[in-house]
């Protein structure tokens, strides 16, 4: 009878401590880690990569800067030769043919930095995709635009501050850049994709910058809204949070 006993005894324990264990929940795996660290380091790549595109960008410009005042150069002689009361044929000729190597040139030029930006562009997009499928679990602010930006905007890579905060999807602020060029912005933000048009104090709405707010950074393009003759018609911008939101 004893001995049945301690068999019952031990069944029952058994059976317990299988049904406890039955019951204990397993221990949480982190949802879709391999993943996350697929995007997390794709993430970074583009974030390189678009350094090697800003630097590109910059570089092309000055190529199209360089080749336009030649052309500005061969025309200015060309100018002065006709200024007179009469001009070799051979000397016309001679820089007319100039004038056409150099307005090609300048084209090419040209169509390279609409090249790089398209580049950038794509690049923003596609850093603005993968931080869209991170979405929360980086830890982003509810409100990752408020507050004072050091800004760089080129050409000519001149620095500036931006005021801006966040209403909902509305965005408003002003700017000041060295040289005392100042005024207000109104756009929007979606996700994590910014769009803003510039209203200068003097010319009016004379800008739209759209770029991508990543973690306290800004990287994007501007596209003047007239072509001014020698100024320049677009390029890129980068903008670094100075303090945390009120």
Same mark, same amino acid.
């Given at each position: ?25 397993? #221990?949480?795996?982190?949802?879709? @880690? $391999?993943?996350? #660290? ?10 390189? +990569?678009?350094?090697? *595109? +800003?630097? &590109?960008?910059? !570089? ?6 360089? &080749?336009? =005042?030649?052309? *500005? =150069? ?17 000397? %016309?000729?001679?820089?007319?043919? =100039? ?7 300048? !084209?090419? &030029? ?6 790089? +930006?398209?580049?950038?562009? *794509?690049? %923003? ?21 408020? !507050? ?6 080129? $050409? $000519? *890579? ?7 905060? +966040? ?12 040289? !005392? #060029? @100042? ?8 996700? /994590? ?21 990543? /973690? ?7 596209? #003047? ?10 390029? &890129? ?8 939101? $009120?």
């Amino acid at each position: 009878m004893i001995r049945t006993s301690l068999v019952l005894l031990l069944v029952a324990a058994t059976l317990g401590l299988a049904l406890a264990q039955q019951s204990t929940p397993p #221990a949480p795996v982190p949802a879709e @880690s $391999p993943a996350r #660290a697929q995007i997390e380091t794709d993430l970074r790549l583009e974030r390189r +990569l678009l350094t090697l *595109d +800003l630097a &590109a960008y910059r !570089g092309a410009r000055d190529r199209e800067r360089s &080749a336009r =005042e030649r052309v *500005d =150069e061969v025309s200015g002689r060309l100018d002065q030769a006709l200024a007179g009361d009469a001009v070799a044929l051979g000397t %016309l000729e001679g820089l007319h043919d =100039e004038l056409s190597i150099a307005r090609a040139a300048a !084209g090419t &030029a040209s169509e390279r930095v609409d090249y790089q +930006l398209l580049r950038l562009q *794509d690049r %923003l997009r596609q850093i603005g995709f993968l931080e869209g499928e991170l979405g929360g679990r980086q830890g982003v602010r509810a409100d990752p635009v408020t !507050g004072r930006w050091r800004v760089r905007v080129a $050409p $000519p *890579d001149r620095p500036g501050v931006f005021d801006l905060r +966040l209403d909902g999807a509305v965005v408003t602020g002003s700017y000041r850049m060295e040289g !005392g #060029a @100042s005024g207000s912005f109104r756009g929007t933000l979606s996700g /994590n994709v910014l769009r803003m048009e510039r209203i200068d104090a003097v010319r009016g709405f004379d800008a739209t910058f759209t770029g991508t707010v990543v /973690n306290g950074r800004i990287s994007g393009i501007w596209t #003047a809204t007239e072509l001014a003759s020698g100024e320049p018609a677009q390029g &890129a911008w980068t903008a670094v949070q100075e303090s945390e939101q $009120p």
